[in-house]
Each structure stands twice: as C-alpha cells, then as structure tokens.
C-alpha cells in the first residue's frame, strides 16, 4: 500500500466517522427513517441510472482525453463536477426548506471547504506524478 493511499483513506475514514457524529448529535431519532428511505432510494437511483450513465460518459472520454490528461487533472476536473452538483443540492435545500432531514449547511462554507480539499488532492497527485530526477554518483 503506497503512502497516499493510506493517507487518503485514513481522510475518508475520519471524513465518514465525522459525518456520522453530525448525523447522530444533530438530528433528532424520528428522522432516522426519513433519512434512511432517502439513502436506499438514492442507491438504487445510483446503480439503475446514474452509475450506467457514468460508465457510457467516462469510456466516451478516456477515448478521446487519455493520452492528453493527467491523473490530477482527471482528479481536478470530476471533483470540481462533484463539488458543483452538491453545492447546487445544497442552495435549492435551503431555498425549499421543505425537507427536515436536510441539515442546515452555508453553502459558501460547505463549497470552500469542498475545494481546500480537491485542491490538496490534486497536489498530492502533481507531486506525486512528478518526473523524478535519479541521483547518479559522480
């Protein structure tokens, strides 16, 4: 296992066990339920269209982008998608405020925070990506 493969995933882990502290301190028990449905519609949402519809879009790119791109600018360029699409959930959550399992997140706040964190994945993959220069004695 590489150094940052374990840095990533030890970020995921302290990530996902962060968003399970706010799941359960914030949120009283009756929207548990809620919240679950929600999960389990979104996944099988995922796999039946979303998922198909990414691997149709990502072969049609990698035809065409791969010789070209970088594994940073692959990381850049679907993050920043990805960082869109939620802050966009985000704002029309708070505009609505119809839904109560939705916690009460500043969009600003939630979209720096999305791009500090891209941002330090893309260096890590430039830096580690980086041509490398052999020290030969002399």
């Known amino acids: 296992m590489t150094a940052s493969r374990f840095v990533l995933g030890a970020?995921?882990?302290v990530a996902g066990l962060f968003g399970l502290y706010?799941?359960?301190s914030r949120l009283?028990?009756?929207q548990f339920w809620p919240i679950l449905r929600?999960?389990?519609l979104g996944i099988v949402l995922h796999d039946a269209l979303l998922a198909p519809l990414e691997v149709l879009l990502g072969w049609l790119l990698?035809?065409?982008l791969?010789?070209?791109s970088s594994a940073a600018g692959w990381a850049g360029r679907f993050g920043l998608v990805c960082l869109l699409l939620v802050t966009a959930v985000i704002v029309g959550a708070r505009v609505q405020r119809?839904?109560?399992t939705v916690?009460?997140?500043s969009p600003l706040v939630a979209l720096a925070v999305g791009l500090a964190a891209l941002g330090l994945v893309v260096v890590a993959l430039l830096v580690r990506d980086r041509p490398r220069r052999d020290h030969q004695p002399v």
């Open 28 to 30: 009283p028990v009756a």
């Open 103 to 105: 916690l009460a997140v």
């Open 98 to 100: 119809q839904n109560p």
């Open 38 to 40: 929600w999960g389990v």
């Open 66 to 68: 791969a010789a070209r």
């Open 62 to 64: 990698v035809r065409r």
């Open 11 to 13: 970020v995921g882990v």
């Open 22 to 24: 706010a799941l359960v």
